[in-house]
C-alpha cells in the first residue's frame, strides 16, 4: 500500500459572525499536513455502509489521526471532502469522506 497523497487537514471553527463589522470573521487555518493511501471505496461496500449508493465517497488510510479538523483536501485539489466514519483497526487510521457542497 502506498502512502504517495498528500492530505491536508483545514479546521474553520475559528468562524465567527461579528455583529459590529456586520461579517464572518476568522478564517480556515491548516492544521495538518500527511501522507495517505486515497482508494474509491466502491459501490458494494457504499450500499454496505450508509443503505445507498453515494457516489465520490473516498477510503483515506494514514499511520496517525489528525487532529481536530472540518474539511480536507487531497493533492492540493479544489475539492473539499468531509468526514463520513472514521475507523481505528489495528495500524492504520481510515477516514470515510465525501464531496462537500460547499
Sequence with gaps: ?????????????????????????????LVSALHGNVTDIGTVKSVQLFGDYKQNSLVIRLYAAPP?????????????????????PLKLFTLIVGESNG
Design 68 to 88: 481536530k479538523w472540518s474539511y480536507l483536501t487531497i493533492d492540493d485539489g479544489k475539492q473539499k471532502y468531509v468526514l463520513q466514519t472514521m475507523r481505528k
Design 1 to 29: 500500500m502506498r502512502f504517495d497523497h498528500v492530505i491536508k487537514f483545514y479546521d474553520k471553527s475559528e468562524r465567527h459572525y461579528d455583529p459590529k463589522t456586520h461579517g464572518y470573521v476568522g478564517g480556515e487555518k
